[in-house]
């Protein structure tokens, strides 16, 4: 077998299937691939192609902002944690491309701890859960056969409707990473009774979003952590947070 040789290399965008096999046969190419279009007919159809670059030192974290009031309790922060369901929304924002983890570093470096225990959706472990934040003298739950929410005691007495809010990188997101948020908003309404608005920031406006923790309670956010480094030095930059 003699490996042909390539002198040229012709891109043509919008080629017809046609004028290829032409070419082919007139010896005008003589290498041709065929890439096909996600649609119904290939004749004259342009391409749209994603170059996504995946690294097993990037990070996709879930944000908390502990300094809210009712976010500051441990047992309503697992309550959350337990709300959302990680492996649905990990396969409709990554299909099959990443990992869970609960190890404060990533798989690929050496402080990485695959034995950390993580809080997963279980039906089991939200009730269990649920009986220990409605024994908690600021927060009850409100429920009827239909709907239940949770409600928050104020500091001047008063009881409210928890209401969150997620922000994420709008520029930085791809489409199926935003409907994997929209999914976890649906699941802390059903399972908690918690009013949940997704609000997008741009990307030049992130970093000064996040250092403004009044204006959100839960983060979608993205990093790269180089090899043999943990997440501290990024804890360190954002003191107010908590994975």
Same mark, same amino acid.
């Given at each position: 077998?003699?490996?042909?040789?390539?002198?040229?290399?012709?891109?043509?965008?919008?080629?017809?299937?046609?004028?290829?096999? !032409?070419?082919?046969?007139?010896?005008?190419?003589?290498?041709?691939?065929?890439?096909?279009?996600?649609?119904?007919?290939?004749?004259?159809?342009?391409?749209?192609?994603?170059?996504?670059?995946?690294?097993?030192?990037?990070? !996709?974290?879930?944000?908390?902002?502990?300094?809210?009031?009712?976010?500051?309790?441990?047992?309503?922060?697992?309550?959350?944690?337990?709300?959302?369901?990680?492996?649905?929304?990990?396969?409709?924002?990554?299909?099959?491309?990443?990992?869970?983890?609960?190890?404060?570093?990533?798989?690929?470096?050496?402080?990485?701890?695959?034995?950390?225990?993580?809080?997963?959706?279980?039906?089991?472990?939200?009730?269990?859960?649920?009986?220990?934040?409605?024994?908690?003298?600021?927060?009850?739950?409100?429920?009827?056969?239909?709907?239940?929410?949770?409600?928050?005691?104020?500091?001047?007495?008063?009881?409210?409707?928890?209401?969150?809010?997620?922000?994420? !990188?709008?520029?930085?997101?791809?489409?199926?990473?935003?409907?994997?948020?929209?999914?976890?908003?649906?699941?802390?309404?059903?399972?908690?009774?918690?009013?949940?608005?997704?609000?997008?920031?741009?990307?030049? !406006?992130?970093?000064?979003?996040?250092?403004?923790?009044?204006?959100?309670?839960?983060?979608?956010?993205?990093?790269?952590?180089?090899?043999?480094?943990?997440?501290?030095?990024?804890?360190?930059?954002?003191?107010?947070?908590?994975?």
């Amino acid at each position: 077998f003699r490996k042909p040789k390539i002198k040229n290399i012709d891109i043509r965008y919008n080629a017809l299937k046609s004028d290829i096999i !032409n070419d082919l046969e007139d010896k005008t190419i003589n290498l041709a691939i065929d890439i096909p279009y996600p649609g119904s007919s290939f004749e004259g159809a342009s391409s749209e192609f994603k170059i996504k670059e995946y690294s097993n030192n990037s990070l !996709n974290l879930f944000l908390v902002n502990h300094q809210k009031g009712y976010l500051s309790n441990l047992i309503f922060r697992k309550a959350i944690a337990y709300a959302i369901n990680r492996d649905n929304a990990q396969g409709q924002a990554f299909q099959g491309r990443s990992v869970s983890i609960n190890s404060a570093a990533t798989t690929s470096s050496s402080r990485y701890n695959p034995n950390i225990e993580g809080y997963d959706f279980r039906k089991r472990k939200m009730k269990k859960i649920l009986k220990k934040l409605e024994k908690e003298k600021r927060f009850k739950l409100e429920e009827t056969r239909t709907r239940k929410e949770l409600m928050y005691k104020t500091d001047d007495g008063k009881w409210e409707k928890i209401e969150l809010v997620i922000i994420y !990188n709008y520029n930085d997101s791809e489409s199926e990473e935003i409907t994997a948020l929209e999914n976890i908003q649906q699941s802390l309404r059903d399972e908690l009774g918690i009013k949940v608005k997704l609000r997008k920031v741009q990307r030049t !406006n992130w970093k000064s979003k996040l250092r403004k923790p009044k204006q959100w309670d839960l983060a979608y956010d993205k990093i790269i952590i180089e090899e043999g480094e943990s997440l501290d030095s990024y804890y360190a930059s954002y003191g107010f947070l908590n994975k």
